[in-house]
């Protein structure tokens, strides 16, 4: 979660109450208008508190035109009433919620048993908060088996981890929280993402492991799993080097199941040791929950796991958390139940087609160059043409924004520094009407982009952030 810094103003700013919202006594509830900044001294009607937060939260944009993030936006009625019913639970307590846990018990085989693990019964896995705090895991895992390959050089040798300069921040994260070097492939001319070959030259005595992209966040496409994998078997063939293959499918591993089904990037391949998914992404649950999976108990070193005498029973845990609650997890497993692998593959297809009919739609606007087409991802990336000067993907990232569409427009990094691009994600809830009046919206602002004398933002970095 980010990181908040406390008020920098030092007068202290009172919020304004409106005389209907007191219940009893209108006058003495404005007089008694709470601080921002520090509790207030009296409590307030539960009606006023709750009318003061939500005229605040009016100011929020709204989440289903909301382009910019991979999150689910949107759930059946149902699944919010079993989220509901189930926020109170606490996920650690698996003794007094045994229900709850197995339902999770259900969504780790079911998880194994798509992605090809061995033996399903036999692969290992848990929820977690989401992707990132799969990942962490997941690298956790990585490091630990290494140490104990080399346990006679380390801690004196460094580890390292080798991935795409594309991953996701929480790589980043990882490699700092656990002294880890990142070794990071760099972009290079029409490749935005992990070269197999380069990703294998990178890898030495102290690599921990590779990561694999399946879905990058910035441009939505695949990274070669099975080609990585391949590379690293020419390793070992030279050097005896083992090394593993981590999967981050925090989007990826919930689409390519359903529609890419000939493609080998899991469990599949020997050298895959771990996968992980976002069941708040193209998993179809609100924000919450992610999942970490391992082909087999050898994978996942045991000391690890810890088992835990909580609230009346002995539970075996991995996770950087403690307490949560149950509810994520229950929307997932009501969301595999209710769906099935054919219900997943409509929803799915359902957003490709949205994706690469409406990349198809903005390319022949003229003004544009694709650099994917949602072929992959349901997500496509684009920026403008060579011969558009007048404006830039930042101007149309904040025009857009005027009618409430969030798109992002953001640079890419190391070698490919140059290019800035948008890019839209498509999720289930953003139909093919929202497309096509996202795209009425763009063809209308194009003639007073066209006229302006030169791209018009002058801070970039500031000027939208890059949503993950």
Known sequence: MPLNEGPRQTGERRLSVNPFYGPANPVGDMAEAPPTHRLPDQPMAPMTAHQLVRDELMLDGNARLNLATFVTTWMEPEAGVLMA?????????????????????????????????????AAVGCSTTGSSEACMLAGMALKRRWARRNADRYPGARPNLVMGVNVQVCWEKFCTF??????????????????????AELCDENTIGVVGILGSTFDGSY????????????????????????????????????????LVWDFRLPRVASINTSGHKY?????????????????????????????????????LNFSRPGAQVVAQYYTFLRLGREGYRAVQQAARDVATGMAARIEALGDFRLLTRGEELPVFAFTTAPDVTSYDVFDVSRRLRESGWLVPAYTFPANREDLSVLRVVCRNGFSADLAELLTQDLERLLPELRRQPRPFTQDKGAATGFHH
């Open 283 to 319: 998993g179809l649950v609100y924000p919450g929950v992610g999942w970490a999976l391992w082909r087999d108990a050898q994978a996942l070193p045991e000391e690890l796991v810890f088992r835990v005498n909580y609230l009346g029973g002995d539970m075996p845990t991995f996770a």
């Open 85 to 121: 019913e189930c926020r109170d639970k606490n996920m650690i307590d698996k003794d007094e919620y045994p229900r709850t846990a197995e339902l999770e018990r259900r969504c780790v085989a079911m998880l194994a048993d798509l992605w090809h693990a061995p033996d399903p019964a």
């Open 223 to 262: 990274e070669p799993v099975a080609e990585l994998c391949a590379a690293l078997d020419a390793v070992q063939e030279r050097t005896g080097l083992d090394i593993p293959v981590h999967v981050d499918g925090a989007s990826g591993a919930m689409v390519a199941p359903f529609l890419d089904e000939d």
């Open 178 to 199: 656990w002294e880890v070097e990142a070794r990071l492939v760099p972009m290079e001319g029409e490749r935005f993402h992990l070269d197999p070959q380069a990703a």
